[in-house]
Nanobody
Framework: QVQLVESGGGLVQTGGSLRLSCAAS????????MGWFRQAPGKEREFVALINLNGATTYYADSAKGRFKISRDNGENRLYLQLNSLKPEDTAVYYC??????????WGQGTQVTVAS
């Protein structure tokens, strides 16, 4: 059974940084592509970043390119998202997801990121 627990969210000023973490309890973490999505109030959940099994390949939404960095530690079963140069429009609940492009993605409970203007 897959369990994902996000942490690291909080309140930050515009231009600030946060590092989100996702602790994964899965059979074999390195068997899963992993990703981050976010959902702002009143909006649909949207893709933020994706990382492949060994961390060698990453993909970003246009809104995240150049500011966010996704990474993983397969030895520690952890996924990370470094958020830099944050803007008020980045305010959202950020979700960790295992196998985001598979038939049954597994989601964490989310962590709130609030960027004050």
């Amino acid at each position: 059974q897959v369990q994902l627990v996000e942490s690291g969210g909080g309140l930050v000023q515009t231009g600030g940084s946060l590092r989100l973490s996702c602790a994964a309890s899965v059979g074999t973490f390195s068997n899963y592509a992993m990703g981050w999505f976010r959902q702002a109030p009143g909006k649909e959940r949207e893709f933020v970043a994706l990382i492949n099994l060994n961390g060698a390949t990453t993909y970003y939404a246009d809104s995240a390119k150049g500011r966010f960095k996704i990474s993983r530690d397969n030895g520690e079963n952890r996924l990370y998202l470094q958020l830099n140069s944050l803007k008020p429009e980045d305010t959202a609940v950020y979700y960790c997801v295992a196998d985001p492009r598979g038939p049954e993605p597994k989601w964490g409970q989310g962590t709130q990121v609030t960027v004050a203007s």
